[in-house]
């Protein structure tokens, strides 16, 4: 398979200082290798750089950096767009709202080749806020109420060629979701598996579940993965940690998955904040995790001293 690789050195959407050292730390933790062992062909396209950013005035005085967070948004849009030209684009973050891009941009892909898009979010939060609703005014948390058509972007944020359906999303391993999140999450229809579903059903289910439905309707399949969706005790690199994320088992169970699925057609690795991490820690799991996604199992993986 031929993979692009795309930095997104974002750190504008987030509360810290620090993701736009991700792409850089996921690059030294050796994501490229990784990937060109498993027998994949690699071509790394380097940084997006943004557009200049416009004046934007929106009524919600929290929002924080809108005229450069919606810059971001259209340049990585149309990387996004023309690097999943007959390739699996590896998007690098940067904060989570680089993912307001690489959704609408994949989300344009999919509509001209005539399938539909689905979305794997795998996250501690939704990201489900619109520019209205968001409260700390971090625009990290606004990216999949974008790219799925909730109100009130337009005119702030680029206009959409596609949006991804709501009812085609499917969030797992959420454990802090703010009321107003909640109520659109609900009406909008998507499919929400918190850690509570995941401690009662198993990650095996409900994730089963929603790849039967990305292979019945023939659809492509975008995977986001913050890093945050991981337990703090072996993810320690984010700005916005939450107990009880998925452990390491869990993780790699659900990559496996998804390889032998053979459905991703895309992928998002944000909020590596490596200012925050130990020893590069973080970063090496995130490559690890990737590594299962593109193919590696247990009986490769030979012992490694940390």
């Known amino acids: ?98 993912s307001a891009g690489t959704l609408s941009g994949v989300a344009r892909r999919a509509a001209e080749q005539g399938r539909p898009l689905f979305v794997l979010w795998l996250d501690a939060h939704p990201d489900f806020h619109t520019l209205d609703t968001t409260t700390s005014g971090n625009l990290h948390g606004v990216p999949l109420a974008y790219a799925s058509g909730q109100p009130g972007f337009s005119g702030y944020f680029p206009d959409l060629t596609a949006t991804v359906d709501p009812s085609r999303v499917c969030t797992l391993g959420l454990r802090s979701v703010d009321p107003a999140e909640r109520r659109a999450l609900i009406a909008a229809g998507v499919t929400v598996h918190d850690m509570r579903a995941v401690d009662e059903h198993g990650i095996p289910k409900l994730l089963r579940a929603f790849l039967a439905r990305v292979e019945a309707e023939n659809g492509l399949l975008h995977v986001s993965l913050d890093v945050d969706f ?32 053979g459905l991703v057609s895309s992928l998002d690795l944000v909020e590596l904040n490596p200012f925050l991490d130990e020893r590069g820690r973080t970063a090496t799991l995130m490559v690890d995790l990737t590594a299962s996604l593109m193919g590696k199992r247990i009986m490769d993986r030979p012992t490694r001293s940390f």
């Open 1 to 98: 398979m031929l993979c692009r690789i795309v930095g997104a050195p974002v750190q504008d959407g987030a509360g810290r200082m620090g993701c736009e050292m991700g792409p850089s730390a996921l690059r030294t933790a050796g994501l490229v290798s990784a990937l060109r062992d498993l027998g994949h062909e690699v071509e790394d396209l380097g940084a997006v750089q943004p557009l200049a950013a416009r004046r934007v005035v929106h009524g919600n005085l929290a929002l924080k950096a809108l005229p450069e967070i919606s810059a971001w948004t259209s340049a990585i849009a149309e990387t996004a767009y023309s690097a999943s030209a007959d390739a699996m684009p590896i998007f690098l973050g940067g904060d989570h709202s680089i």
């Open 230 to 261: 991981l337990d703090p005790s072996i993810a320690p690199a984010v700005g916005t940690t939450v107990p009880g994320g998925a452990t390491f088992r869990e993780a790699h169970l659900v990559m496996e998955m998804l390889s032998d699925s």
